[in-house]
Nanobody, 121 residues
C-alpha cells in the first residue's frame, strides 16, 4: 500500500521559513517524480514545485527564489524548503508522486492528505 504523509506545516508570520516533509512508503521512491501542490480556500489546486527522479527541478514563478524542492532517495523522503513566506502562500500543501514529470495534478498517481500552512501578515 502506497502512503505519502506530509508534515511540517503550521502557523507562521510573513517572512518566516518552514520546511515541509513528505515521507513515502510502498513505492520505489527513486523511480518517481515528485511534486508539491497547494490549494487555498476557493482556489484550484496548483503545482508549487516538482522534482524528477534524476533531480531536475521546477518551481512555479510565484515561489521561485523562495522555495526549494529536494529529495533524499535513501530516506524515501521529499522536502519543500519555504523561505520568505507571504500571506498568499497560505494553503493546504500536498505531495504527490508520478512516473511522469507532470504539472497537472491528475497526472500524479499518488498523493498525501496535506498539511496546512498559514502565513499571517
Amino acid at each position: 500500500q502506497v502512503q505519502l504523509v506530509e508534515s511540517g506545516g503550521g502557523l507562521v508570520q510573513a517572512g518566516d521559513s518552514l520546511r515541509l516533509t513528505c515521507t513515502t512508503s510502498g513505492l520505489t521512491f527513486s523511480l518517481y517524480a515528485m511534486g508539491w501542490f497547494r490549494q487555498a480556500p476557493g482556489k484550484e489546486r496548483e503545482l508549487v514545485a516538482k522534482i524528477s527522479s534524476t533531480g531536475m527541478t521546477y518551481c512555479a514563478d510565484s515561489v521561485k527564489g523562495r522555495f526549494t524542492i529536494y529529495r533524499d532517495n535513501a530516506k524515501n523522503t521529499l522536502y519543500l524548503q519555504m523561505n520568505s513566506l507571504k500571506p498568499e502562500d497560505t494553503a493546504v500543501y500536498y505531495c504527490a508522486a508520478t512516473r511522469l514529470f507532470a504539472n497537472i495534478d491528475s497526472r500524479y498517481d499518488y498523493r498525501g492528505q496535506g498539511t496546512q500552512v498559514t502565513v499571517s501578515s
